[in-house]
């Protein structure tokens, strides 16, 4: 048992060192990120990567440090010895539970793969059936046996400090851990019924520490030409988009207040642009598999909902309603939320402007949901106190000249 709880412990341990790159550093590449299915940061950036703005991640390393524990002290005492099998069968069941509903939400919500995340599911199950197999007594039985061992570890001067060194360990890592921005948390919560977020926290402030460093790593990257007209604006951000992807619903939802502060403090001069790059192979060429079965239907949606000025209604209702999409319901939402009777008629001829972006989307080496350039330069994926950094430093840049 102690093999599998050390094996969670380094998962989970991972898991929380990438999930903590990726939200203390936006030029930080997981290892882990493969392709478009085989992606930790996906998982970790999708609203089941955190839990009250704490990655997922350190409450599985709590998880398996207390496993560990709980095999440490049993084994330094006979009688709590062979308690030990009932108490990981108990913990196990719970935390199989937990981790067969986050196996559901990556591998059948996100169409994704964390390789670190399924390494804690095998530990999970390892625990779960190695324990309920050595276990020889009725699980009825188990507390009394858990009270007695309770009295035990009072009486035992050294296993009660470790215990209580354990507490105290354990809500260190919950506090003090840095989790999901302000805006981030806020706004993924305050989603409403009708898919309208609310008014989202203000977003984070940098360190001068932090602007300078992001600043130079933008200063550094390359730019490519975008067929995009600026309209006016000095900067112009480009988001290939999948209505489906969790990702790019989430990041609709942070970077709505960004774009909200802009458009007021200096109008018309950031210009935000979105481009369809649907996961399904109805119209896309370049995805070996349909990742998201009712992408190129949404996409379509939203371009017909355009024409009756309802495009914004539209893509926030796809967003609200992301989990229980398909090609039916997104017929019958556009019919509802922006009148549009003539879908099957119109879909061959509007889906051919959806490959088009899609064409210029690979064309741009764009592979997976969302990619974002900014007057033609690719942005990492950026928290939204880094995006309206970004966007600061090149309204300077544009508007001097440089």
């Not at 350190?58 to 108490?87: D, K, R, T």
């Not at 919500?109 to 390494?119: D, E, F, P, S, Y």
């Not at 470790?162 to 302000?182: D, E, K, L, Y």
């Not at 972006?357 to 994926?381: E, H, S, W, Y």
Request: glycine share 6%.
């Amino acid at each position: 048992m102690a093999a599998f709880a050390l094996l969670g412990l380094v998962a989970s341990s991972a898991s929380a060192f990438v999930h903590y790159q990726l939200l203390n550093d936006p030029t930080y590449a997981s290892f882990c990120d493969v392709n478009a299915t085989f992606s930790c940061t996906e998982a970790y950036s999708s609203r089941y990567g955190s839990v009250a703005g704490v990655p997922v991640a350190v409450f599985g390393m709590i998880f398996f440090a207390f496993v560990l524990g709980l095999v440490v002290l049993c084994s330094s005492s006979p009688a709590a010895s062979e308690n030990l099998a009932g108490y990981v069968f108990a913990v196990s069941t719970i935390g199989l539970a937990v981790v067969l509903y986050f196996a559901y939400a990556s591998f059948v919500i996100l169409n994704a793969v964390c390789v670190l995340c399924v390494g804690t599911y095998v530990a999970v199950i390892g625990l779960f059936l190695l324990s309920g197999s050595t276990t020889r007594y009725p699980m009825t039985s188990l507390p009394t046996r858990a009270l007695g061992d309770l009295r035990l570890l009072f009486r035992t001067p050294s296993a009660l400090a470790a215990a209580v060194a354990f507490v105290i360990a354990a809500g260190a890592a919950v506090v003090w851990f840095p989790g999901q921005s302000v805006a981030t948390v806020s706004a993924a919560a305050a989603t409403s019924a009708t898919g309208e977020a609310e008014q989202a926290a203000p977003t984070p402030a940098l360190t001068a520490d932090q602007i300078a460093q992001f600043e130079n790593y933008l200063a550094q990257q390359p730019r490519v030409p975008l067929l995009v007209p600026a309209e006016g604006a000095a900067v112009v951000i480009v988001k290939f988009n999948d209505y489906q992807c969790p990702p790019c619903r989430q990041t609709h939802l942070d970077l709505k207040p960004v774009f909200a502060k802009w458009a007021k403090q200096q109008p018309g001069k950031v210009r935000y642009v979105t481009r369809d790059f649907a996961l399904e192979r109805q119209c896309n060429a370049n995805v070996n598999q349909d990742l998201h079965p009712a992408a190129c239907e949404a996409a379509v949606a939203v371009r017909l909902a355009r024409e009756k000025g309802k495009a914004e209604a539209m893509e926030e209702w796809l967003f609200a309603n992301q989990p229980s999409l398909s090609p039916a319901s997104v017929k019958s939402a556009v019919a509802t939320v922006a009148g549009v009777t003539d879908f099957d008629a119109r879909f061959e001829k509007t889906l051919e402007l959806v490959k088009a972006d899609i064409a210029q989307g690979a064309g741009l080496k764009v592979t997976g949901t969302p990619t974002f350039f900014m007057n033609g330069m690719r942005l990492p994926g950026l928290r939204a106190e880094y995006f309206d950094a970004a966007i600061a430093w090149e309204l300077r840049r544009a508007t001097s000249g440089k």
